[in-house]
């Protein structure tokens, strides 16, 4: 039976948990989270495996880039990423990694891109089944008025994390 490997990492807005498996993180969410239960089970179910509390050498990479993220000066993650989903929901996730660091896209531009121009709130919904926070910066995507809407961390690390970017955009 396939493996995933689950950690506990901490960051500068609190504890998360980590999921790895051989291919690569396909999880990481702030501890808090409602649905975290609920993102494990569909894990477990999706890739028909056991979840398990060690070590993984994806771990070690994924700290680092965290790390070197809330210094400001990584602004492209590399540690590799396994998403399992349906397929709208893998194609909501690729744009959202072409979204550049410091950017902000609307909902709406988001379906544009996938030329489903009516399926903004499917994209919503994509876009809030997203299990790799931060990395897949799902933060990135604000309402139509620009409003910060929809954040499964909580708004406020939503602004936080704009602001962060923002901040080192010009950096490095």
Known sequence: M???YQTQLETPL????????DEGICLLEFMERKIMDAQWASL???LKATIIAENHPHFTRLQQELDAYFTGTLHTFTVPLHMPGTAFQQAVWE???TVPYGDVRTYKQQAVLLQRPAAVRAVGHANGMNRISII??????VGGNRDLTGYGGGIW???WLLEHE???QRVG
């Open 14 to 21: 609190g504890p998360m948990m980590a999921g790895a498996t």
């Open 44 to 46: 477990r179910k999706q």
């Open 166 to 168: 923002n901040k080192f």
């Open 136 to 141: 897949v910066p799902c933060h990135r995507i």
């Open 157 to 159: 690390r939503k602004q």
């Open 2 to 4: 396939k493996k995933i």
């Open 95 to 97: 744009l959202l990694l």
